[in-house]
């Protein structure tokens, strides 16, 4: 309310235009959205340097609420406001720094930091397509269900064309999908994955296809299945048997 006010009375001031002002937004410890203002006279002599040194701080600050937040458990709301922090291109360095908190050694931290990725919308998740090449060799090392799960997951987002296909992670996927010690979720995930890269050719889909049709008299959870029989029905529509 005292924002809104101060606001209005501002934008309305007849002295406006003696002052330059500069904001930005940072998300607390409790994920609490609160903006931030600068506002300094133009004949400040030292008006340059403050509002360069506002610029530096704000997302030095935002960084370190931001791994705050991800120290404890998240809710909805809170993913929610810890994507809108990073939204659109201006905020690039924050997916950044988003995504190097994926790599910290507080096991919390990273998970979350990897949850919140997976709720991106289109556009921000664009901003992920550079780090492919690098979520495929954490996922072939990685021995954390959970991390490798949700990196899974955001790699089931991005796009396989014939030039990018890497043959160690189709042969992580082959390895993982028949695996039966591997948690249901992420063999489903690798069918899915093994079916994106092997696609473009013929002799690798023919051999997804009997690879699927060996783990098929197994006892496979419903959403094992599920993954089973969307990817067989695509191979089956590709008209090369």
């Known amino acids: 309310m005292r924002s809104r006010l101060f606001g209005h009375w501002f934008e309305g001031s007849d002295t406006k235009l003696c002052y330059s002002t500069m904001s930005t937004s940072l998300v607390d410890a409790d994920g609490v959205v609160n903006e931030a203002t600068i506002i300094v006279r133009n004949d400040n002599p030292n008006m340059i340097k403050l509002i360069n040194e506002f610029s530096e701080t704000g997302p030095v600050v935002k960084s370190k609420a931001m791994k705050t937040l991800l120290t404890q458990r998240l809710s909805q709301s809170e993913i929610m406001q810890l994507c809108a922090s990073t939204h659109g291109a201006h905020n690039n360095h924050l997916k950044e720094e988003l995504y190097q908190l994926t790599l910290d050694d507080d ?135």
Not at 164 to 177: E, S
Not at 193 to 216: C, G, K, V
Request: hydrophobic share 40%; with cysteine; charged share 25%.
């Open 107 to 241: 096991r919390r931290v990273a998970v979350n930091a990897l949850w919140t990725f997976t709720h991106f919308d289109a556009d921000d998740n664009v901003w992920l397509f550079a780090k492919h090449d690098q979520l495929i060799d954490r996922c072939l090392n990685e021995k954390d269900a959970t991390k490798l799960r949700l990196m899974l997951n955001l790699l089931l987002s991005q796009p396989y064309t014939e030039k990018d296909i890497r043959t160690d992670f189709i042969d992580f996927c082959l390895a993982r999908l028949t695996d039966a010690r591997a948690p249901y979720a992420i063999r489903a995930q690798c069918i899915k994955l093994a079916y994106e890269q092997m696609r473009h050719w013929p002799e690798l889909l023919d051999e997804l296809r009997q690879t699927l049709e060996m783990i098929s008299c197994e006892p496979l959870s419903p959403g094992l299945r599920s993954a089973w029989r969307h990817v067989m029905k695509k191979i089956l529509s590709c008209n090369v048997y």
